[in-house]
């Protein structure tokens, strides 16, 4: 059966091609782009839009509807779960009752890993990549020899610069120097040299002993691209591209030109600008990719309630004046519920002495949640590793709750792809999250600014707010909007109507 439409191809998908056993059933959408045939697409899969089930099901249809080998196909995930999910998914695809794959196929890999093995992998560079151990003890050396005292800010501070230096300037370090030159009149001048003299020495350092990290080693496979077979290349999370990661696309392009390449991401999820991302080279494909260009849309969130998904929609509409949302797939129940603790009142025989009257509401407030939830998994959610109670890490915070099942927490950056029946999250305060960035010129020479800055935090509430299938739950102290805070807090965006008090 030749398959001529969406049509065609959805029928053909569930007479001939199982996962695990079930017929493998595509929306239009998603057929839509199995489909495709541009030279240059990018799709947009919003959050439970089914991002992962599409890259796999086009693989599927390459392989064996258009007998392309799969050793010409090629996945870049930015992780190695992302990637390990796509060749896992691949073995459990069967085509008229055939294993697709026998064992766990390479199709997928990361950009790390594709410069390793195009290096020489273990035999030539294994040795040569310096350790996260090994870096962090260097650059305490640096700081101590610069006569600097090296506290955990700073060195985080320091890795985030030396992280987007070698994503951005790598191919002109003299650029870079011209760029902070231009900043002498700001208050973080000082503090940008510091980091430039630490780059300097950490480079001279790796050079010295014959290190490499894993910037430098996407760098230097850019240059050593001499051949290649592939006829399709997937990116995954094309949100998180860089300029580093580009050039690699770029230069295994130029040794196979009429590959067609398929980008797949989701702009409202662009929250990694810390780690050398620019959202830009998703919201401006056209311009580097420019050849028979096409902009494909999967619209339908298939993971969360209509309710979660109205109200994520209502908020990038009104915070990013985006209006290029989904809609829900499913017809799960789904509710949001604020809870401002302020206003919480406990009786005093709840109140230990020893612990601070916030941390008992919130305590008191979450066992309530999970009480009214039996048998659902819960994922408690912050913005950040520490919260603003005593600085106590996310980590302690849980552990009353250790013993409960299913029960999972992390950052909020952590939790993109990752979803729980309910969510819990934790100090939605204003000015806290989103806070107002006072450094926004530290990092100024690579292009934040306190716009950008702003944006990223509202794309990181929405990954917040799409992680629940069924129930929301924002735990805030300032649920009370007051006009000076409106820009800095997230309930504003919100839908009043469509918020339940908890209590």
């Known amino acids: 059966m030749r398959v001529k439409n969406v049509k065609s191809l959805q029928i053909w998908f569930k007479s001939h091609i199982k996962d695990q056993g079930t017929p493998y059933t595509l929306d239009k959408n998603q057929a839509k782009i199995v489909l495709d045939t541009h030279k240059n697409t990018l799709v947009t899969a919003r959050a439970g839009s089914g991002k992962t089930r599409t890259i796999v099901a086009k693989i599927t249809y390459l392989i064996t509807h258009e007998k392309i080998p799969p050793e010409n196909i090629i996945v870049f995930a930015f992780n190695r779960k992302a990637r390990a999910e796509i060749n896992e998914r691949l073995t459990k695809i069967t085509y008229d009752g055939t294993p697709l794959f026998i064992k766990s196929p390479d199709i997928a890999t990361t950009f790390h890993a594709f410069a390793y093995d195009l290096l020489g992998g273990k035999a030539i560079i294994g040795d040569k990549i310096i350790t996260e151990s090994h870096e962090n003890r260097l650059l305490h050396a640096i700081f101590k020899y610069l006569n600097q005292p090296p506290t955990q800010d700073m060195i985080d501070n320091t890795k985030q610069f030396i992280t987007r230096a070698e994503q951005q300037y790598f191919q002109d370090y003299k650029k870079l120097t011209s760029q902070i030159a231009e900043e002498r009149n700001s208050p973080h001048y000082k503090l940008l040299c510091l980091f430039e003299r630490i780059l300097t020495a950490y480079h001279a350092y790796l050079k010295k002993h014959n290190l490499i990290n894993f910037n430098q080693m996407i760098a230097k496979a850019c240059q050593k691209i001499e051949k290649s077979t592939y006829e399709y290349i997937f990116i995954d999370e094309y949100q998180d591209f860089s300029l580093l990661f580009l050039t690699l696309i770029k230069s295994l ?251």
């Open 253 to 503: 392009r130029q040794k196979c030109p009429d590959a067609h390449l398929l980008a797949v991401g989701d702009d409202w999820q662009a929250i990694n600008r810390f780690a050398g991302s620019n959202v830009d080279y998703f919201q401006h494909f056209e311009k580097y990719f420019p050849e028979d260009c096409i902009k494909l849309f999967i619209p339908t969130n298939y993971r969360s309630g209509k309710r979660i998904v109205d109200n994520a929609n209502f908020f990038m509409s009104r915070s990013l004046k985006d209006y290029n949302g989904c809609k829900s797939g499913n017809h799960l129940k789904s509710q949001i519920f604020v809870c401002d603790l302020n206003r919480l009142n406990l009786p005093l025989s709840r109140i230990p002495k020893d612990q601070p009257l916030i941390l008992t509401k919130y305590y008191f407030v979450v066992q309530k949640i999970i009480a009214k939830n039996p048998g659902k998994s819960v994922k408690i959610l912050s913005r950040n590793n520490h919260l603003n109670i005593k600085n106590l890490s996310l980590e302690d915070f849980c552990i009353p709750f250790q013993n409960t099942p299913d029960l999972t927490f992390s950052t909020i950056h952590r939790s993109k792809g990752l979803e729980a029946d309910i969510v819990i999250l934790l100090e939605v305060d204003a000015k806290k999250f989103p806070s107002p960035d006072k450094t926004n010129e530290l990092y100024k020479i690579f292009g934040d600014t306190a716009k950008t800055l702003l944006e990223d935090e509202h794309r990181l509430f929405y990954v917040a707010l799409t992680r629940p299938k069924e129930k929301l739950y924002i735990l805030t102290k300032t649920a009370k909007i007051y006009p000076a805070n409106k820009k800095f807090n997230f309930l504003s965006y919100l839908n009043e109507e469509w918020l339940n008090p908890l209590f």
